[in-house]
């Protein structure tokens, strides 16, 4: 498998597990001591830098900073939205629609000296 490819499903993975640990909480551990919330999301991070970590490290290989960055903020959003509509129950606004076409013009910008 390429770099690029490999560091994009890692990237994907990551941001699951730390979708996870920065909102599941709201849900799940709302009546708990915000505490315990932070320790058991600080637990779940840990598997996401077990693999956003060599995700970077492995995309650098074939990207530069600004594109790592960007890429991991599409992957973010594209994780968040569906994790908020589903798992959360928010309804989904037309501002995330917004957003993610303002981040594939970001996309753009940093990978265009590749197109």
Not at 24 to 29: C, F, G, N, V, W
Not at 36 to 57: H, K, T
Not at 59 to 68: A, F
Request: hydrophobic share 55%; glycine share 4%.
């Amino acid at each position: 498998m390429n770099a690029t490819l490999t560091a994009i499903l890692l990237l994907c993975c990551s941001n699951v597990f730390m979708t996870f640990a920065w909102y599941a909480h709201l849900k799940e551990l709302n009546n708990r001591p915000w505490i315990i919330a932070a320790l058991i999301s600080w637990g779940i991070a840990l598997f996401e830098y077990l693999l956003q970590v060599p995700a970077n490290r492995i995309g650098y290989t074939v990207m530069n900073v600004g594109q790592l960055k960007i890429l991991q903020e599409v992957i973010s959003i594209s994780v968040f939205v569906p994790f908020a509509a589903f798992y959360l129950k928010e309804p989904l606004k037309l501002d995330y629609l917004w957003a993610g076409l303002l981040l594939c013009g970001a996309v753009y910008f940093v990978f265009r000296e590749k197109l």
